[in-house]
């Protein structure tokens, strides 16, 4: 066994039981500390890709950006209703079964699939082709997101004040 393929593993088990842990929680502010977890793990399959460019757009924009507008969110929320927001689980059953069925589905395409297939070669470098895709045809939206991503941190910052 490779160490290429040792680092999937590690990785792996910590993807799965971060996104176990995001889901089972019942503290909130916990489950979103569990789902940076997994969205760092995520941004470390891109790294074992070797793709470094997506690990660093996974960790600034997911772990970094979504996580902290999640934690503003959960602030503002607490201090709106003035009482701590635990995460319920209703459907645990049926959740259980669609993850199951998912589960099996991919694990019957990945049963079917040959063992040995040849890695391919080493590839130009993507950041360029991503790069020129932002500031191209996406321009407009990749802004939009940026206005409406500080618009929501003004606004949780402009509830969360003091009334002082």
Same mark, same amino acid.
């Given at each position: 066994?490779?160490?290429?393929?040792?680092?999937?593993?590690?990785?792996?088990?910590?993807?799965?039981?971060?996104?176990?842990?995001?889901?089972? +929680?019942?503290?909130?502010?916990?489950?979103?500390?569990?789902? @940076? /977890? %997994?969205?760092? *793990?995520?941004? #470390?399959? !891109? $790294? &074992?890709?070797?793709?470094?460019?997506?690990?660093?757009?996974?960790?600034?924009?997911?772990?970094?950006?979504?996580?902290?507008?999640?934690?503003?969110?959960?602030?503002?929320?607490?201090?709106?209703?003035?009482?701590?927001?635990?995460? +319920?689980?209703?459907?645990?059953?049926?959740?259980?079964?669609? @993850? /199951? %069925?998912?589960? *099996?589905?991919? #694990?019957? !395409? $990945? &049963?079917?699939?040959?063992?040995?297939?040849?890695?391919?070669?080493?590839?130009?470098?993507?950041?360029?082709?991503?790069?020129?895709?932002?500031?191209?045809?996406?321009?407009?939206?990749?802004?939009?997101?940026?206005?409406?991503?500080? +618009?929501?941190?003004?606004?949780?910052?402009?509830?969360?004040?003091?009334?002082?």
């Amino acid at each position: 066994m490779t160490l290429e393929a040792v680092g999937f593993w590690v990785v792996a088990v910590v993807l799965l039981a971060s996104s176990l842990a995001v889901v089972l +929680t019942p503290n909130l502010f916990h489950a979103v500390l569990y789902l @940076a /977890a %997994a969205l760092v *793990a995520t941004g #470390a399959i !891109f $790294l &074992l890709l070797e793709q470094p460019f997506l690990f660093a757009v996974q960790l600034l924009l997911y772990a970094g950006g979504v996580v902290t507008i999640v934690v503003f969110a959960i602030m503002l929320t607490e201090r709106l209703i003035g009482e701590r927001v635990r995460q +319920t689980s209703r459907h645990l059953v049926n959740g259980a079964i669609v @993850a /199951a %069925a998912v589960f *099996a589905g991919i #694990a019957g !395409f $990945l &049963l079917r699939s040959p063992l040995a297939t040849p890695r391919p070669g080493p590839v130009d470098d993507a950041t360029v082709a991503i790069g020129r895709a932002l500031v191209g045809p996406f321009a407009v939206t990749l802004e939009l997101l940026g206005v409406l991503l500080v +618009t929501a941190l003004l606004g949780a910052l402009y509830f969360a004040r003091s009334d002082e």
